[in-house]
């Protein structure tokens, strides 16, 4: 039975970088036998024009039924001209709830072969291996009540909610539990419990779910602004990083500077199965739709590229696929392969196209040995 994937390229670099990982599903289709149905739609002010919301509903209703989604880039100026109202039913983070995709894991890799172009010291970079879970159906980007009202004073206040439920944090550090019990078995849970009656909570629960249920997973946990503080200092120290929905979309980002730039990152978000066995997952690049890059060809697409190996891994069973995929990579970037993001020094740049055909051939070598 082929799988379906629905492809939703988006805005800005969202469909430069997007093309290039479909030409890797291409190449696993044509040398590996991947059976996957792919079917691209609209997302953003294509399909606002032609149907009035951002996404058409009837693509809307299949997201969650789909084996997985590939998604790019959303937002920047082209979206001025939809209303707020319909720029919000349609948004990026409604279709994460709508999907029930809680589980939002973040690798972040310090590739050795990337040592000029991170920001950091070498060998603080090189042999980083971490991963990110973020929570991402819940706290304070959907909390309630929200909004910015007007003041008798003639000023306005802005509100948001910060809320967490004991059921919201307990399945996310389940998550993010049994990631690392299938990693190197770390896991270090970060909030604000210092400040935050959330943060008290937060830090409960998944204390108590590590005692109940992962006693053989080595947990501690840290303030988020002392984490932020050992990310850009020593970032190997980690293996999985648990964090809610706003510390791990800040705290995930410096991983783009770990890595070398944001167009490095991949993400898999994950929805519970269902009683069928079926689990909604929602595959994007990190990064946003980089209006300043937009429609110059330069966007480096192998944040894009690699989420393919995410949903490889955890939609369609096809570790050996993903890993071959990441070794690909990894021999690209070696052989000098480089967009002007992560460009090494006196050294040209290759395009978005250039970087897809990189890692194609790569595939190619590293498949034959
Ligand atoms: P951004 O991630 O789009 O860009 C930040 C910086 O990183 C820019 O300088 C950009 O050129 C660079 N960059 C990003 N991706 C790159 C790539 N693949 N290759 C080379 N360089 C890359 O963030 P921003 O500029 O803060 O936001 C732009 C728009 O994107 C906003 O409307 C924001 O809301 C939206 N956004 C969307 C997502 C998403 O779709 N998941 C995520 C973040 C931001």
Redesign the pocket.
């Known amino acids: 039975m082929p799988r379906d994937l629905i492809v939703l390229p988006?805005e800005?670099?969202?469909p430069e970088?997007i093309r290039q990982a479909l030409r890797v599903i291409d190449w696993f289709g044509a040398r590996r036998g991947l059976d996957l149905t792919v079917r691209e739609e609209a997302y953003g002010v294509a399909a606002y024009r032609r149907h009035g919301g951002i996404v058409a509903d009837a693509v809307r209703a299949d997201l969650v039924s789909a084996d997985a989604v590939l998604?790019?880039?959303?937002?920047?100026p082209a979206?001025e001209e939809i209303p707020p109202e319909v720029r919000r039913a349609g948004s990026?983070l409604a279709i994460r709830r709508e999907m029930g995709v809680f589980a939002n894991l973040r690798p972040i890799v310090g590739y050795a072969e990337l040592a000029d172009a991170s920001a950091l010291k070498p060998e603080v970079m090189a042999g980083v291996d971490l991963v990110v879970v973020r929570e991402l159906n819940g706290g304070l980007y959907f909390g309630e009540p929200r909004g910015i009202a007007d003041l008798p004073d003639g000023g306005r206040r802005g509100l948001n909610t910060l809320t967490y439920a004991t059921w919201e944090i307990e399945r996310i550090a389940r998550a993010a539990f049994t990631l690392a019990r299938g990693r190197a078995g770390r896991l270090c849970s970060v909030d604000k419990s210092n400040v935050l009656e959330t943060g008290r909570l937060w830090r409960d629960v998944v204390s108590r779910i590590g005692a109940e249920a992962y006693p053989d997973v080595r947990l501690s946990h840290i303030l988020v602004d002392n984490c932020a503080m050992q990310l850009a200092r020593e970032p190997g120290q980690f293996d999985v990083l648990l964090a809610d929905n706003m510390f791990g979309d800040i705290l995930s980002d410096i991983g783009?500077a770990v890595s070398g730039?944001?167009?490095m990152l991949p993400s898999a978000s994950l929805a519970a199965p269902d009683a069928d066995g079926h689990r909604a997952a929602l595959y994007?690049?990190?990064?946003?739709?980089?209006?300043?890059?937009a429609g110059k060809g330069?966007?480096?697409?192998l944040?894009a590229i690699l989420s393919v190996g995410l949903m490889l891994r955890h939609s369609l069973g096809r570790e050996e696929d993903a890993a071959l995929l990441e070794r690909a990579v990894r021999r690209a970037l070696a052989g000098g392969a480089r967009?002007?993001?992560i460009r090494a020094p006196n050294r040209p740049a290759l395009s978005t196209e250039g970087m897809g055909d990189a890692v194609i051939a790569a595939l190619a070598e590293t498949a034959s040995g």
Do not use: C, M, Q, R
């Open positions: 988006g800005g670099i969202g970088v998604f790019g880039a959303t937002g920047g979206f990026l783009g730039s944001l167009g994007e690049p990190v990064h946003g739709s980089a209006p300043d890059i330069i966007a480096n697409p944040g967009t002007p993001d």
